[in-house]
């Protein structure tokens, strides 16, 4: 698709599922290879943030590979592979894993998961530069209209 030069008239034509989908899959490369330049993956860092008690863990505990899976399938993709991003967090001492089969995040993995957040921001800087926040949350307001319209619950 010649994408060069549209007119706000052509562009009104287009197929908003061609374009969330070049933007989706542009924004995962765009951010996994951000974070792989600081040395980690982004399923890495959601396992930290899965198991971490100050961020999206519950209650701390222990979770299996499954239950890991489960919590993560709105967002893992068919190329995340869970077991072996564990298995380099717990050789980095990130993560143990117990007898039972559990992952528990170590106060390194802690400290790591505090150290790797920092790169958030400025990702989301270079991927929202000359874009103004109003322009944004009008974007994501369209978005969250057309799943609605589709039957999606966006909320």
């Known amino acids: 698709m010649t994408t060069t030069s549209l007119t706000d ?15 989706y899959e542009a924004l995962i490369a765009f951010t996994r290879e951000r ?3 600081h040395g980690f993956t982004q399923p890495q860092f959601w396992l930290l943030r899965n198991l971490s008690v100050n961020d999206i863990s519950p209650d701390g505990q222990g979770m299996t590979l499954p239950e890991l899976r489960e919590a993560m399938r709105s967002y893992l993709r068919a190329e995340d ?15 143990r894993l117990d007898d ?4 528990w995040i170590t106060e390194a993995g802690e400290a790591a998961r505090v150290d790797l ?3 958030g921001p400025a990702i989301r800087a270079s991927i929202h530069e000359g874009i103004d926040d109003a322009d944004y949350v009008t974007a994501l307001k369209v978005l969250r209209q ?3 319209n589709t039957g999606r619950s966006v909320d």
């Open 81 to 95: 592979d869970l077991t072996t991003e564990s298995r380099t967090l717990v050789e980095r001492g990130w993560l």
């Open 117 to 119: 957040k920092q790169y």
């Open 100 to 103: 039972g089969g559990r992952l």
């Open 9 to 23: 008239a052509q562009l009104a034509t287009q197929p908003a599922a061609y374009w969330t989908g070049l933007a």
């Open 146 to 148: 057309m799943l609605r």
């Open 35 to 37: 974070q792989a330049e």
